[in-house]
Structures are given as structure tokens and as C-alpha cells.
């Protein structure tokens, strides 16, 4: 093989290993954004750490929840070095939201979630994200995108997945198999909450009972 023909070879190496062996597959879209890989291995490792006794979640339906009081989960989530790596995708001022952050789990007999639009909780559009903790399960993200087409993902552990409240249309399949952890949290270009924004927290009225 001649020194031009090894050239050829070895970047068409280099080519594959981008395409196959490099996981990182962000989205950044005005209405949604995939993050992989979004926490550090410090910060990811303490989330891990959190109780997983469902016996201290709220059965709802088709899935546990509990609002999580754990600081540490807050001072991680929105702190600036996160904030900060958010507004790179997202152009508006983003803040942390005083709205609870909510710990998750979609079981392997649950329903998902059926196609909707993020309620508006605020005067201006907030930024709702999905933090996958663990992800054992068949369950996809889907949505409509700006032409009308379906998009569908599989949220990796160590992800986030953001969307845009009043954006697009969107759902998650059913987890069919194993079992779909989750912490779902809010950042905000707004202080002023609405009437949404008391509803929604009247859920976590039964956690202080």
C-alpha cells in the first residue's frame, strides 16, 4: 500500500470513530435542547446518591413523584457553571426557578406521557428540563418540529433535555421495559409567576400532610 492510499485509510478511520464512538449528540433548537453528559462526575455521582424508597414518593397514576428538599440537589443544578452552560443554547436571560424540583420515576407498566404543550407558568415562557438520572427503559422523547415533522429521542443517563413551555408539541412513550429515573426542574426568564404557577403547586400540597 502506497503512502497516499494509507492517508485515504487512516482518515476514513478517524471518520468511522467520529461517527460511531463519539456519543455526544447535542440538539439546540429555539424549542428544545439535548445536553449530553451535563453534569460533571462529582456532581452526577451525588445525584445518584438520592433515595430511590418509593415508599416515600406519591403514587400518580402513571408514575412516583416527590418534590425533593434536598439542597445540595438545588445548589448543584443552579449553579452558575450549569446556568451558565444553558445559555449558551438558550438566547433569552435564564434564572433558577424557586418552583420545586421533582424526583421521578416512570415504571415499566406506566402509560408515559400523551402529546401536550408545557403549561405557562410564568409572564414569559419558561425552560422546562428533564434531567435523566437512569434510564433503563425503551421510552423516547417525541416532538413536532418547526416543519411539522417527528423527532423522537432516547435520553441517555447524564442528560438534559429542555423545553421551551408553549413550544412544541411533545410526548414520552412508554417505557415498555425496566424503568425510566428522572428529576424535572425549571429555569425561568421570569419572576412573575400566574395562576398556572399556584395550580401546580397545590400538587405538592399533599407532601406537607
Known amino acids: 500500500m502506497n503512502k497516499k492510499n494509507c ?28 445536553i449530553e453528559n451535563f453534569l460533571d ?3 452526577y455521582k451525588k445525584v445518584l446518591q438520592l433515595d430511590k424508597n418509593k415508599e416515600t414518593f406519591i403514587y400518580e397514576n402513571f408514575r412516583y ?28 436571560k435564564i434564572y433558577p426557578s424557586d418552583f420545586p424540583i421533582e424526583h ?20 414569559k415562557p419558561q425552560y422546562e428540563a428533564i434531567f435523566t438520572i437512569t434510564n433503563e427503559s425503551e421510552s423516547k422523547t417525541q416532538w413536532r418540529d418547526k416543519n411539522g415533522n417527528l423527532q423522537e429521542l432516547w435520553t441517555k443517563p447524564n442528560s438534559i433535555l429542555v423545553v421551551k413551555a408553549q413550544g412544541y408539541e411533545h410526548q414520552v412513550t412508554p417505557p415498555v421495559i425496566g424503568e425510566r429515573e428522572i428529576l424535572k426542574l425549571i429555569y ?15 400538587r405538592f400540597d399533599k407532601f406537607n400532610n
Do not use: C
Open 41 to 43: 462526575k462529582k456532581d
Open 188 to 202: 425561568t426568564q421570569s419572576k412573575n409567576v400566574n395562576e398556572n404557577y399556584h395550580n401546580e403547586m397545590k
Open 7 to 34: 492517508i485515504i485509510v487512516i482518515l476514513y478511520i478517524i471518520l468511522l470513530y467520529f461517527v460511531f464512538f463519539i456519543d455526544d449528540k447535542n440538539i439546540n433548537d429555539e424549542n428544545i435542547i439535548y
Open 104 to 123: 421521578r420515576f416512570y415504571p415499566d407498566d406506566s402509560q408515559g406521557m400523551k402529546w401536550h404543550k408545557d403549561t405557562l407558568l410564568y409572564e
Open 65 to 92: 413523584a416527590k418534590p425533593l428538599k434536598e439542597e445540595y440537589i438545588y445548589n448543584i443544578f443552579y449553579h452558575k457553571k450549569y446556568v451558565d452552560l444553558l445559555q449558551g443554547y438558550i438566547e433569552p
